[in-house]
């Protein structure tokens, strides 16, 4: 929205509210937080000016958002793998699905040779939930509950469908419950629209995976130094040991790929400890980026 709105100087709330989708709610609250960004030292001259005048969305002082950002490979690729993470998993529109195919264009022209790290297919569950949830209409489940290791017949009020740790989950009233419930798709061994409609709340809660480890699922064990400490705070782990010096978590995951990634990204602040499928997943990885590595020319 900042470069569009610098390059078309005098736009109005309306227009940049169609536009780009916006409340006039939503582009106030985005329009405070720009007012408080800028360069590197953050005093009155490094800031940026934005606010709304007369009706018209004003914003001076960042000129360096009047042309296209110039993105290093690393973060050309951080933003594709982004890109290509939210429209796999059904969140991305027809505007970001075509801003991704053309990023791809650029960073990973045909013939180059990739890493897969797409979602796994899609239960077939998935589209008859999504359509129920978009039609607020009730559903029939035979779930199977892994903590208490008994399959149940229940009706559900599905809100959304959404993925994540490469699991595909339904968030929902659950009426045999009497409440808010997560379930697991690749659980729900029969799913039917009964045809009754249902009220949803008026807002829909964020997704959230309550996570619960299955019997078969990849186990390891690592020790994080304090700079990679965040996971804790972004990945459903088990404390071992905390330290000053050193925090060792239990890491659950349905595919070794997932802690393989995770370890990749963190470096030597993270080690493995324990987890002989996370081990051979990582020394995979580590020779693919390294094959790769060597084929780019310098």
Not at 136 to 164: C, I, K
């Amino acid at each position: 929205m900042i470069p569009w709105a610098i390059a078309n100087p005098g736009a109005s709330v309306v227009e940049v509210c169609a536009r780009f989708q916006y409340t006039e709610r939503e582009l106030a609250s985005d329009l405070n937080i720009v007012f408080v960004c800028g360069l590197p030292g953050y005093g009155p001259g490094d800031l940026m000016s934005a606010e709304i005048v007369d009706d018209e969305v004003v914003i001076d002082m960042a000129d360096y958002f009047a042309n296209a950002p110039r993105l290093t490979p690393a973060e050309a690729l951080a933003l594709l793998a982004a890109g290509n993470a939210m429209v796999g998993a059904g969140h991305g529109g027809a505007v970001l699905e075509s801003a991704v195919s053309k990023l791809e264009a650029v960073v990973l022209p045909p013939g180059t040779e990739v890493i897969d790290v797409n979602l796994a297919a899609e239960p077939e569950l998935v589209g008859v939930l999504q359509e129920a949830a978009a039609a607020n209409e009730v559903v029939t489940l035979t779930y199977w509950s892994l903590s208490r290791d008994e399959v149940t017949e229940r009706e559900v009020e599905p809100w959304s469908v959404f993925s994540s740790l490469g699991n595909w989950y339904l968030i929902g009233h659950c009426r045999m419950a009497g409440a808010q419930r997560v379930f697991r798709v690749d659980r729900i061994k029969a799913g039917t629209a009964t045809g009754e409609s249902f009220t949803p709340p008026p807002t829909i809660p964020a997704p959230e995976v309550r996570y619960i480890p299955a019997v078969d699922d990849v186990r390891a064990r690592i020790a994080l130094l304090p700079p990679a400490r965040w996971v804790v705070d972004y990945y459903p782990v088990e404390v071992v040991s905390d330290k000053p010096e050193e925090l060792v978590v239990d890491f659950s995951a349905t595919d070794p790929l997932v802690p393989a990634q995770l370890m990749l990204r963190l470096g030597p602040d993270a080690r493995l400890v324990e987890g002989n499928e996370v081990e051979k997943a990582l020394a995979e990885l580590r020779s693919k980026l390294l094959a790769l590595y060597q084929q780019t020319p310098q």
